[in-house]
């Protein structure tokens, strides 16, 4: 699949923008989704019984998860005809890892995939500085114009924040109970990645290039 496929050129006219909030309702939904499913697994199993031979809550949890990463990812290119690269490869890792949760009917997968995917997003982005570049800014740059230096220090930070991710997800669900991580991925993570990101706004307004240039 092209680069052009998964992320047009924003002046494209076949490029359609999405609805904020249902751009966030598609990023939070599998994860509420998989929170839901793990708190309410043996209600579930009694309703549907189908389910039920996925095994327990966990695995009902993981089965609907997936499928649920797959209808975001299909509604989001049915109405902007792209497939971000983060989600995209989010989900792929969702799939493989998923599908080898419930094959082996071993939590222990599904519960790295978000050390797995944070790590592939840190070393990639802090391994781009390594060799000159900037990779965050092939992935924003359509949201954010900002000069060379600020791209760079953007990239670094996210480039950390993504290997602390990673450790805070190994840090939980080897020292806590299954449900203490469920809550912990969806309502932990996700305070904690709106915060971060917030807070480089700062960083964002020093260095974009329509401040700089008084527009």
Request: aromatic residues 14%; glycine residues 8%; proline residues 5%.
């Amino acid at each position: 699949m092209s680069k052009r496929i998964l992320e047009r050129d924003p002046s494209d006219p076949r490029r359609k923008e999405i609805n904020p909030l249902l751009k966030l309702a598609l990023e939070l939904g599998p994860l509420v989704v998989f929170f839901f499913a793990n708190t309410r697994g043996e209600w579930l199993a009694q309703k549907f019984p189908a389910l039920a031979e996925m095994g327990g809550p966990i695995f009902i949890a993981t089965g609907l998860f997936m499928a649920a990463t797959a209808v975001a990812l299909a509604v989001s290119w049915l109405l902007t005809r792209t497939l971000p690269i983060m989600p995209l490869v989010s989900g792929v890792v969702v799939f493989i890892f998923g599908a080898l949760t419930l094959y082996l009917q071993d939590d222990v997968f599904i519960k790295m995939k978000p050390t797995i995917v944070n790590t592939l997003f840190g070393a990639v982005l802090l391994g781009g500085l390594l060799f000159g570049k900037s990779l965050l800014g092939y992935v924003f740059d359509s949201a954010f114009k900002l000069d060379a230096e600020g791209w760079r220090k953007l990239t670094l930070r996210w480039g950390l924040f993504f290997l602390f991710l990673a450790v805070a997800n190994e840090v939980v669900w080897r020292n806590f109970s299954t449900d203490t991580w469920v809550a912990f991925k969806v309502w932990g993570i996700m305070p904690i990645t709106l915060l971060f990101t917030i807070a480089q706004m700062p960083l964002i307004m020093r260095h974009s290039l329509e401040e700089n240039t008084g527009k």
